[in-house]
């Protein structure tokens, strides 16, 4: 909000300075965003304003703050009515409002005979003053009374309106304007307009018609004062790209009960500034206004709040300097306000604890010399995340921040069975409606924004994000669960990108790789995750590769499912090469433990490594080998690591495998000698024997 503090002193029994009127709305709430020095050493102060104080996007709402906080006194404008020689308004326009909710009030004054021309001296240096150009004198005014009052108007050429009428409606889909800028817009049924008797000739609350522009040659103007539904101006004011003065007020909201002493204003304004008789009565339509609200504050609940012991008498004279009705009840210890329109912010009993606060001085408030604050550390999901989030990192993948919505048909190919899609009916969604029931589609999408960037990496993209997803599960209910999502390139040994056998086959237990992190990042036994791969036939969802998919599990628990792209849906995204991935909820490893880090000594001997390789049935599981190794209680053991997997029927036989893992022994009172580890990987080649029917490799 642009003021001018010569302008502004015009409101004020004693004239303020820049500086003290700087720092008088500063204290008040509203900080000086710029100050420029204008001619004959006025200032123009760009105020901030909160969104919900409309009343002080105008000079009179500024001097009444500052008047408050100094000590002032706001001295509204002095005018009179001029006589009203035009005959009755009834004769010279008709008035119909079609929509008393988009529109509470609409009034209308006509005025004949204007002589439009330059404006005088002292309007176009107060314009001036706030960065506005002079246009003429009818419509200067108009700027004017939006400035000092915070009343936006408008006014039209009373012969430019067909059937002398003015309908306050909806747009009909597809209706034509030519607004003042020049521009020819097209209208929908949702934007608010005045029209005349056959056309648009207004934007309501935004921009004038160009049809109906006041200009040298009108004789007659209808001066138009109303207050509009804040929603319905800021959905047309952002469709259409118009950003305006007006339409920025009334988004905050201008009280009906407001209008009348503006609008007389105006209309006397015009008179003395183009001459021309005013019609007698004013024109309005809308609904009935309500009464004033009457809002009561305890004092002792006040210097409560405030923190220190502020009289009552000048709790009651802040709520009067800044225009309420104050009612003191001494027996009671209650201050009862009685709140004026333009306060549309003051409805509870905290609103009128601020507003004394505010004008009193935050700088009265006692300080303490040590402050009781409770320091709390991060939740225990809060770690999981973060730790989880820190082993994905190390990994080489990317955290991505995604929008909720997809495409339908994304939707669909990912959604898992036995569930439907949630659609959103909002058009703004435009051509992603859908809640998404998998975060997978969105890091597809983010991938091929990656290649078509020409993003390279070492070893391909990885990506990674914790969102919500959503489903319908039948019966009108919905589900939300959060996942953990990845996806990563498969990239061959030599550097290519290829869909063999071999490279699926890599890129899907490189994924389990991944997840086995996570889960041990959370706080949880990564031997316990288990693969479940799919049925013949069957998918976790139709953009998978069915034969390259899996269940995961962690113990007995769901975790989740990996997978690689279909090649179908690999050319449906666009993607160069093809990608695994793999979605875990995140339920599971938030209910983790978070996992302790254990900080020893270094160790002061050397250890002994032995590696074994096992012959085992194809059935047999990593988990089930780890677990026999590390029950078997064997001497001098520090760790267990797992190596690799080698399957060939021709050697090792049909239905077999050969899992090779390294076992670490030390003593810490000195250095082993190599025959002290032959005891006990003995002892546990005959126990993997009997638990598991494993045998050496020799």
Known sequence: MHISVAWLNSYLDRPVTSDEAERALTQAGFPIETRVERAGGDHMLDVEVTSNRGDVLSHIGCAREIAAATGRRLVMPVFQMPEAGGGPVEK???????????????????????????????????????????????????????????????????????????????????????????????????????????????????????????????????????????????????????????????????????????????????????????????????????????????????????????????????????????????????????????????????????????????????????????????????????????????????????????????????????????????????????????????????????????????????????????????????????????????????????????DVQRGVRLMRGVVEQAVAAAGLSAAGVRVLPMQAGRAVHPACEASASAGLMLGDAPLGYMAMLSAWAQKKFDLDGPVVYAEIGMGVLEGAKPAMREVRTLPAFPAIDRDLSIVVAEAVRWEQVERSVRGAGLAMFESLRYVTTFRDADKVGAGKKVVSLRLRFRAGDRTLRSQEADGPVFELVERLGRELGASLRT
């Open 92 to 502: 010279s326009l008709t008035l119909v409002n079609h929509e008393v909710v988009g529109c509470p009030r609409f009034t209308a004054h006509v005025i004949r005979g204007v002589k439009v021309g330059p404006s005088p001296p002292w309007l176009v240096r107060d314009l001036e003053g706030v960065g506005q150009r002079s246009i003429n004198n009818v419509v200067d005014v108009t700027n004017y009374l939006t400035f000092e009052y915070g009343q936006p108007a408008h006014v039209f050429d009373l012969k430019k309106l067909a059937g002398g009428a003015l309908v306050v409606r909806f747009a009909r889909d597809g209706e034509g304007l030519k607004t003042l800028d020049a521009k020819a817009r097209t209208l929908k049924a949702t934007d608010l307009v005045v029209a005349d008797g056959q056309r648009a000739q207004s934007l309501a609350g935004v921009m004038g018609g160009a049809d109906s522009e006041v200009d040298g040659a009108t004789v007659d103007v209808v001066l138009e004062a109303a207050t509009w539904d804040p929603v319905t101006i800021r959905t047309a004011a952002r469709r259409l790209g118009i950003r305006t003065d007006a339409s920025y007020r009334f988004e905050r909201r201008v009280h009906p009960a407001t209008i009348d002493e503006a609008a007389r204003r105006a209309a006397a304004m015009i008179v003395q500034v183009a001459g021309g008789l005013l019609c007698a009565g004013m024109l309005e339509a809308g609904a009935k206004t309500t009464g004033q609200r009457v809002v009561a504050m305890r004092a002792e609940r006040c210097r409560k709040i405030l923190g220190y012991g502020l009289p009552d008498t000048e709790m009651a004279g802040i709520l009067r300097a800044l225009g309420l009705e104050v009612s003191p009840r001494p027996e009671s210890g209650v201050i009862e306000c009685v709140i004026p329109a333009w306060r549309v912010d003051l409805e509870r009993e905290i609103d009128l604890i601020e507003e004394v606060a505010r004008i009193a001085g935050m700088d009265r408030v006692p300080t303490l010399e040590t402050l009781p604050v409770a320091a709390k550390g991060p939740q225990a999901t809060e770690v999981v995340r973060r730790n989880v989030a820190a082993a994905l990192t190390g990994m080489g993948f990317y955290e991505t921040v995604t929008f909720s919505f997809v495409r339908p048909g994304d939707a669909t190919d990912f959604l898992p069975a036995g569930m439907s899609r949630v659609d959103i009916d909002d058009e703004r969604r435009g051509e992603e409606p859908t809640l998404r029931p998998s975060v997978i589609p969105s890091l597809l999408r983010c991938r091929r924004a990656n290649q078509d960037g020409q993003v390279e990496q070492a070893g391909g993209v990885r990506l990674f994000e914790v969102a919500s997803v959503f489903a319908d599960v039948g019966g009108g209910k919905h589900v939300e669960n959060r996942n953990l999502a990845l996806l990563m390139d498969v990239v061959s040994p030599g550097g290519g990108r290829k869909r063999t056998v071999e």
